[in-house]
């Protein structure tokens, strides 16, 4: 029997993307799941999905930034199932201008989601993860929680912070002895309509964003998906997506902060024009 057989398991952001692909080869593995999103008709394509392969759903409109319903949903969830065993807080939007174009609410609004969203999620279902006595989080940063490219100043800092508090918190489940694995996902370029869905200071250069990250994001959100739940199958403190992921992991490490000024010069070149002004 599988290690996700009958567990029940949490998505966040499942109406597309790696919640989906996630989602379904959860679904396919024998797991019972809940998941939620903003979309209702990509939400409810994955439901099907799941439903035919043989699970059972719950599916909620829930936006992760709203606290009071995430931590209402939980309760639901629990009730609805009667435990809760792994939670996935994959929800996230994508941002891209200079720190001197971006509005303070744009700042805002990505650490409401990326950010806000994995904390609401993390505590929201903690004492159900406890009390079934073998929970899982899986908290999803990126790998622009490992260094930082210039115009991302919102999306890193919020996917930092994902990995600080991942981290931290693992720690306290480790020292405590408290039945919970905690996991912190740092994918590379995955292809998904994440580029797609996202916004930029002021309008300026998405579609020339977009051209970038269709040319770098070469593993698929099905792949991603598996390599997820194999790392999380280990209990993996950190999961690399993506052999661009591990190269990028192993470069920062090897280079200390001496990677911010190539990344400076590779990322004014790469990136549209009219991005970064001189
Ligand atoms: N695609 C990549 O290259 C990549 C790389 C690194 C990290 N990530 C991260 O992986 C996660 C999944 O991204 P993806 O590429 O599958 O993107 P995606 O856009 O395909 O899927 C993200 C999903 O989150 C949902 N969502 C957005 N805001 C929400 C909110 N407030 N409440 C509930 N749902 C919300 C969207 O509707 C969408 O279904 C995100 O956290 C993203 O930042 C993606």
Same mark, same amino acid.
């Given at each position: 029997?599988?290690?996700?057989?009958g567990k029940v398991a949490v998505i966040t952001g499942a109406s597309a993307g790696m919640g989906r692909s996630l989602a379904v080869e959860l679904a396919r593995r024998g797991?019972?799941?809940?998941?939620?999103?903003?979309n209702a008709a990509g939400l409810e394509e994955t439901a099907r999905q799941c439903r035919a392969l043989g699970a059972e759903m719950k599916v909620d409109l829930i936006n992760v930034a709203e606290r009071e319903n995430v931590l209402t949903w939980a309760d639901a969830v629990a009730e609805h199932f009667g435990a809760v065993h792994y939670v996935f807080n994959n929800a996230g939007i994508a941002f891209s201008g200079t720190v001197e174009k971006t509005e303070f609410k744009d700042f805002e609004r990505v650490m409401d989601v990326d950010f806000w969203g994995v904390v609401n999620g993390t505590k929201a279902f903690l004492p159900h993860l406890l009390a079934a006595g073998d929970g899982h989080v899986v908290n999803?940063?990126?790998?622009?929680? $490992?260094?930082?490219m210039p115009t991302q100043s919102a999306y890193n800092a919020a996917k930092f912070a994902v990995r600080g508090f991942t981290e931290s918190f693992r720690q306290e489940m480790l020292f405590t002895k408290q039945p919970i694995k905690v996991t912190c996902v740092h994918p590379g370029g995955i292809k998904t309509d994440i580029a797609k869905n996202s916004t930029t200071a002021d309008g300026d250069g998405l579609e020339a964003f977009n051209q970038l990250f269709d040319r770098i994001a070469t593993t698929s959100a099905?792949?991603?998906?598996?390599?997820?739940?194999?790392?999380?199958?280990r209990g993996d403190a950190k999961i690399l997506v993506g052999y661009d992921a591990h190269a990028l992991d192993l470069l920062i490490r090897l280079s200390g902060s001496s990677y911010q000024r190539a990344f400076a010069?590779?990322?004014?070149?790469? $990136?549209?024009?009219?991005f970064l002004k001189k």
């Open positions: 029997m599988g290690k996700f057989e797991a019972k799941l809940a998941i939620c999103d903003l999803t940063s990126s790998v622009f929680g $490992l260094f930082s099905d792949s991603a998906a598996k390599t997820i739940l194999k790392g999380v199958e010069e590779i990322g004014g070149r790469l $990136l549209p024009k009219n």
